[in-house]
């Protein structure tokens, strides 16, 4: 007699996955971060996006010490985060970032000897890696000035829009600095191109809004007016869809960067297989079937 096997088309019973699994795990691997309690910035949770503000809008939002240490560590922490599936980044007022603060960061850095500057370049390199390791796409919604580290800041995000009147510049080159800040020498050509990223880097000029979206570096420009709105409405679309997929999607953009074709097929050949697996997938299939809308859950 033949075995019977389970027909893998029958929908499954629904159950809390969660409560199968050991506590032991889950500790400190799943967190919820909607009440985090920003010092150098804003930050809020509503519907799985989260929103970081960085607000010195007299300053034009510069960083200092303090916000590109706590930025780095709340990135990190947000691959943990069970309640944020998407991000949105902004500025306070009409900015998005100045750069590095000049009295509080550029100013410190003259008197310093060489192990704690690169304390400190490591520390904003660290900020760049930790926005690409965590699984939330990033959105940057700027307006007017994005430049130095709020350029990178940007560079870093998933998706950019940005408005008619912004103004974006690597200005490394403007204060006696090299051009690769940050990882720019690395993103920015993969970006908009070598021949752009090098003009930017070695001229140090702004990057005017309409070469931006031309140049492939903003995904869209909207007015001012409706920037948060729209950043907003497409991170919701993004929290509401397959989460664990898209946190697959964005790391192996990420690590592609440094694979052969090869290498990258059979990586996603063993990605999707993984994809496969998840409950949104047979959501999917069983809403495809009913002809209704999948209503994903991101496990």
Same mark, same amino acid.
């Given at each position: 007699m033949s075995p019977i096997y389970p027909n893998p088309?029958?929908?499954k019973t629904p159950m809390n996955y969660l409560e199968t699994i050991d506590p032991g795990l889950l500790t400190n691997n799943r967190k919820e971060m909607t009440n985090y309690q920003a010092?150098?910035?804003?930050?809020? %949770?509503? +519907?799985?996006? @989260?929103?970081i503000t960085l607000n010195r809008?007299?300053?034009?939002?510069?960083? $200092?010490f303090e916000s590109y240490a706590e930025l780095r560590d709340l990135f990190l922490g947000l691959q943990f985060a069970s309640d944020v599936k998407a991000i949105v980044i902004q500025g306070a007022g009409n900015n998005?970032?100045?750069?590095?603060? %000049?009295? +509080?960061?550029? @100013?410190?850095?003259i008197a310093?000897?060489?192990?704690?500057?690169?304390?400190? $370049?490591?520390?904003?390199?660290d900020l760049v890696k930790a926005m690409r390791k965590c699984p939330q796409p990033i959105i940057a919604a700027v307006d007017g000035i994005c430049a130095g580290a709020g350029a990178i800041i940007a560079m870093a995000s998933d998706i950019r829009y940005g408005t008619p009147s912004c103004?974006?510049?690597?200005?490394?080159?403007?204060?006696?600095?090299?051009?690769?800040?940050?990882?720019?020498?690395a993103m920015l050509p993969r970006i908009i191109g070598q021949g752009r990223a090098s003009e930017?880097?070695?001229?140090?000029?702004?990057?005017?809004?309409?070469?931006?979206?031309?140049?492939?570096?903003?995904?869209?420009?909207?007015?001012?007016?409706?920037?948060l709105t729209h950043a907003t409405h497409q991170a919701k679309l993004i929290a509401d869809g397959p989460t664990f997929a898209n946190g697959i999607t964005k790391t192996m953009l990420h690590q592609e960067w440094s694979m052969t074709i090869d290498q990258a097929i059979e990586s996603e050949a063993q990605a999707q297989a993984i994809c496969m697996l998840t409950e949104d997938f047979h959501?999917?299939?069983?809403?495809?079937?009913?002809?209704q809308k999948p209503i994903f859950e991101g496990n």
């Amino acid at each position: 007699m033949s075995p019977i096997y389970p027909n893998p088309y029958i929908k499954k019973t629904p159950m809390n996955y969660l409560e199968t699994i050991d506590p032991g795990l889950l500790t400190n691997n799943r967190k919820e971060m909607t009440n985090y309690q920003a010092q150098h910035f804003l930050w809020s %949770v509503k +519907e799985k996006v @989260g929103t970081i503000t960085l607000n010195r809008p007299d300053r034009k939002n510069p960083l $200092t010490f303090e916000s590109y240490a706590e930025l780095r560590d709340l990135f990190l922490g947000l691959q943990f985060a069970s309640d944020v599936k998407a991000i949105v980044i902004q500025g306070a007022g009409n900015n998005f970032c100045s750069g590095g603060d %000049v009295h +509080e960061i550029i @100013g410190p850095l003259i008197a310093l000897k060489t192990p704690e500057l690169l304390m400190f $370049t490591r520390m904003t390199g660290d900020l760049v890696k930790a926005m690409r390791k965590c699984p939330q796409p990033i959105i940057a919604a700027v307006d007017g000035i994005c430049a130095g580290a709020g350029a990178i800041i940007a560079m870093a995000s998933d998706i950019r829009y940005g408005t008619p009147s912004c103004k974006t510049a690597f200005l490394f080159n403007r204060v006696g600095l090299a051009g690769c800040d940050m990882g720019a020498c690395a993103m920015l050509p993969r970006i908009i191109g070598q021949g752009r990223a090098s003009e930017l880097l070695f001229f140090g000029r702004s990057m005017s809004a309409e070469e931006g979206e031309r140049w492939g570096f903003y995904n869209q420009l909207v007015s001012a007016h409706d920037l948060l709105t729209h950043a907003t409405h497409q991170a919701k679309l993004i929290a509401d869809g397959p989460t664990f997929a898209n946190g697959i999607t964005k790391t192996m953009l990420h690590q592609e960067w440094s694979m052969t074709i090869d290498q990258a097929i059979e990586s996603e050949a063993q990605a999707q297989a993984i994809c496969m697996l998840t409950e949104d997938f047979h959501r999917a299939y069983h809403a495809f079937v009913d002809k209704q809308k999948p209503i994903f859950e991101g496990n």
